[in-house]
Nanobody
Framework: QAQLVESGGGLVQAGGSLRLSCAAS????????MGWYRQAPGKQRELVAS???????NYADSVKGRFTISRDNAKNMVYLQMNSLRPEDTAVYYC???????????WGQGTQVTVSS
C-alpha cells in the first residue's frame, strides 16, 4: 500500500515563504509525474505545479516566478518552495504522484496553507 505524507504547511503573512514536502512510501515503483494541487474553499482543485521523471516542470500561471517544484528521486520526495505568498494562495495543498506509466495515481491527505494579509 502506497502512502503520501505532506508537511510544511502553516500560517504565514503575505510576502512570506513556505516549503512543502511530500514523502512517498510503501510499494511504489516507476514513479512518473509528481505534482502539487490546491483547493480553496468553494473552489475546484487545481494544478499548482508538476514535474516529470525527467525534470520537466509545469506551473499554473498564477504561481509562475514565485513557486518552484523539485523532486528527489532517490528519496521519493517532491517539494514546493513557495515565495512571495499572497492571500489568494490560501488553500489545502495536495501532493499527487503517478506511477506505472500513468496506471496508478496516489494522493496525499493535504496540508493547509493560510496566508494572512
Amino acid at each position: 500500500q502506497a502512502q503520501l505524507v505532506e508537511s510544511g504547511g502553516g500560517l504565514v503573512q503575505a510576502g512570506g515563504s513556505l516549503r512543502l514536502s511530500c514523502a512517498a512510501s510503501g510499494r511504489i515503483s516507476g514513479i512518473d509525474s509528481m505534482g502539487w494541487y490546491r483547493q480553496a474553499p468553494g473552489k475546484q482543485r487545481e494544478l499548482v505545479a508538476s514535474i516529470t521523471a525527467g525534470g520537466r516542470t509545469n506551473y499554473a500561471d498564477s504561481v509562475k516566478g514565485r513557486f518552484t517544484i523539485s523532486r528527489d528521486n532517490a528519496k521519493n520526495m517532491v517539494y514546493l518552495q513557495m515565495n512571495s505568498l499572497r492571500p489568494e494562495d490560501t488553500a489545502v495543498y495536495y501532493c499527487r504522484i503517478t506511477a506505472g506509466g500513468g496506471r496508478y495515481e496516489y494522493w496525499g491527505q493535504g496540508t493547509q496553507v493560510t496566508v494572512s494579509s
